[in-house]
């Protein structure tokens, strides 16, 4: 094995993906997250927190559903809807 790894606490790790500890242990628990335990300690790569940001990324255009603003031009009425 080449290198040195660089292992992060849970509340480091945590910290790192700016969110709860809590949330941090569901991510772990359903997969998404790979962690080690040594003994009654557990830790997370940080190479593995690397790669899980950057499976998290929003792609463009997913999110239009939230955009309470944008109304589809279809759904407008020719009279302005009066």
């Given at each position: 094995?080449?290198?040195?790894v ?37 830790r ?27 109304v ?11």
């Amino acid at each position: 094995m080449t290198g040195n790894v660089d292992w992060l606490s849970t509340a480091d790790a945590a910290e790192a993906l700016g969110i709860t500890t809590r949330t941090l242990y569901r991510f772990i628990n359903n997969g998404d997250l790979a962690a080690y335990r040594f003994g009654r300690v557990i830790r997370v790569k940080r190479v593995d927190v690397d790669a899980f940001i950057e499976t998290s990324r929003i792609e463009p255009g997913t999110l239009d559903h939230l955009s309470p603003d944008t109304v589809p031009a279809d759904s407008q009425s020719a009279d302005g809807g009066k």
